[in-house]
């Protein structure tokens, strides 16, 4: 049935959602979530600038991100692209530093569209005209998706907390509710763990318009943040636009595994509740092949996620599990050790993906374009880099930066030894009788170089000859204001 159907994602059905806290995106940490086959990804606390973003191979998915001004922060979303998408700009003043969020629109059909969200609150958490304005001006009659580490505690979705809710956190859910949002969140299933005692439900995730289900939070090797996974269905049936043709690799699907997972998956036949068998039956069967029939026509190499790494994530995922639910020394070193070689073997694989394929190649066949095309793209150097000799040299602050462009720029080589002279009496160069003024050469030439480097090298000969005739005619007028001595 699945070979004679031909392409069975012309219509995606449900769309599968994944939310988590990653504690900085690396590439091994992107790869793992992208290997989850979630068809919309939501992330916070990417701790990378736009630049280092838009350098990540993305594979299948687009990603729209918004990166914190400093260190820290961020956020992000994946949308595979067999889904059009855009993102819809959302402008946050740079005095709220509370609120990151970036929103992205995702096509329904021609007349709907889902919104969502993914936003980081940083504690301690608040409420602000920024997060009023996300929740209020978007279209009230489009589906919105808000995902988020919101880093706030209510009996809500914390039953078991002991004390009163905060004010900002009470704000927070009559806003959410006042917007039309419910909560999908299981009320009291952990989404943060932390040592041995801290466990809270911080990531949190509304919805309005929208059809929810399978809802799961899971221990995650990737960080302290489980991974938030979830199904919209029914809200999107027959409204979802045709993707474009995906062809599958059935030569390398797993049949035995495909057909006792479709048989473990299927409820009991009942002739009385025939529309419910279908939907269990075609929910069955879109797993089942999500998980045994691979995507594309690998003929260049075996696929990044094979057998290897899915046993090394598990093992990870499990000593973390039995870390969490018995914190000891032994299980926190078992922890260790299967995380540690999980990771090791993902940047090995990510390092070695393109050279592999390319070995597997026949002599005069080409490598595919979407392998080509998929490479991270090269970074553009800074003016700093270039005008000290094509960024061989790494500079970590402005001030040595500037040093460096002193040397080059303004080289000093004195015609003779400097004489030190005695404490108490005037500095003097023995050779010309003149009163040496280097500390003040010295501060006038760092304040030239300081002033070069932050005006971004505009015209940069003009300028530093300007500046080295100010420089001089402050010299000369001091010099000539001093009295002359012996």
């Known amino acids: 049935m699945l070979l004679l159907s031909g392409d069975i994602e012309q219509n995606p059905g449900p769309i599968a959602v994944l939310q988590t806290n990653v504690f900085c995106l690396t590439p091994s940490k992107l790869a793992t979530l992208m290997a989850q086959g979630a068809d919309i990804i939501a992330i916070q606390e990417t701790w990378k600038s736009s630049e280092q973003i838009a350098g990540m191979h993305t594979g299948d998915y687009v990603l729209y991100a918004q990166s914190r001004i400093g260190k820290g922060g961020g956020v992000a979303v994946l949308v595979r692209k ?19 969020v970036v929103v992205v629109q995702v096509a329904l059909d021609q007349n709907r569209d889902l919104i969502v969200a993914s936003a980081y609150m940083r504690p301690p958490a608040q409420v602000t005209q920024s997060l009023r304005r996300l929740l209020n001006c978007l279209p009230a009659s489009s589906p919105l998706l808000l995902c988020g580490d919101f880093n706030m505690h209510h009996p809500q979705w914390e039953p078991f907390l002991e004390t009163s809710p905060s004010e900002v956190a009470a704000e927070f859910l009559e806003l959410c509710t006042d917007a039309g949002l419910t909560l999908v969140n299981t009320p009291g299933e952990i989404t943060y763990a932390r040592g041995a005692r801290e466990r809270s439900c911080i990531d949190l995730k509304w919805s309005k318009h929208l059809t929810v289900s399978d809802w799961s939070a899971s221990v995650s090797p990737l960080s302290d943040h489980y991974m938030l996974t979830f199904t919209l269905h029914q809200a999107f049936k027959d409204t979802i636009p045709s993707a474009p043709r995906i062809f599958h690799s059935w ?56 057998d290897t790494l899915m046993e090394a994530e598990r093992m990870a995922t499990d000593s973390k599990a039995r870390y969490l639910h018995l914190p000891t020394p032994d299980r926190e070193a078992e922890m260790q050790r299967t995380r540690s070689p999980f990771f090791l073997l993902l940047r090995e694989r990510l390092r070695n993906t393109y050279p592999r394929r390319i070995s597997k190649l026949n002599p005069g066949e080409p490598l595919a374009w979407k392998y080509i095309s998929g490479r991270k793209k090269a970074s553009i150097p800074s003016p700093t880099s270039i005008l000290l000799g094509g960024g061989q040299h790494t500079y970590k602050t402005a001030r040595r930066a500037a040093n460096a462009l002193n040397r080059i720029f303004f080289p000093f080589h004195p015609s003779h030894k400097a004489v030190r002279p005695s404490k108490g009496n005037n500095r003097r160069n023995t050779s010309l009788g003149i009163v040496s003024s280097s500390s003040f050469w010295a501060a006038e030439q760092q304040q030239v170089y300081l002033y070069i480097y932050i005006r971004g090298f505009v015209t940069p000969l003009l300028m530093h000859l300007l500046i080295l005739r100010n420089c001089l005619l402050r010299y000369v007028i001091r010099r000539m204001a001093r009295p002359r001595t012996g």
């Open 82 to 100: 067999t889904l059009r998408s855009k993102r819809i700009p959302l402008t946050i003043p740079q005095h709220d530093t509370s609120l990151e």
């Open 251 to 306: 030569g390398k699907c797993k049949w035995d595994l495909f057909v006792k997972d479709l048989d473990a998956q299927l409820p009991a036949y009942d002739y009385k509740k025939l529309s419910t068998g279908i939907k269990a039956f075609t929910r069955a069967l879109i797993t089942s092949y999500r998980r045994h029939c691979p995507r594309g026509m690998h003929k260049d190499g075996p696929r990044l996620w094979d």
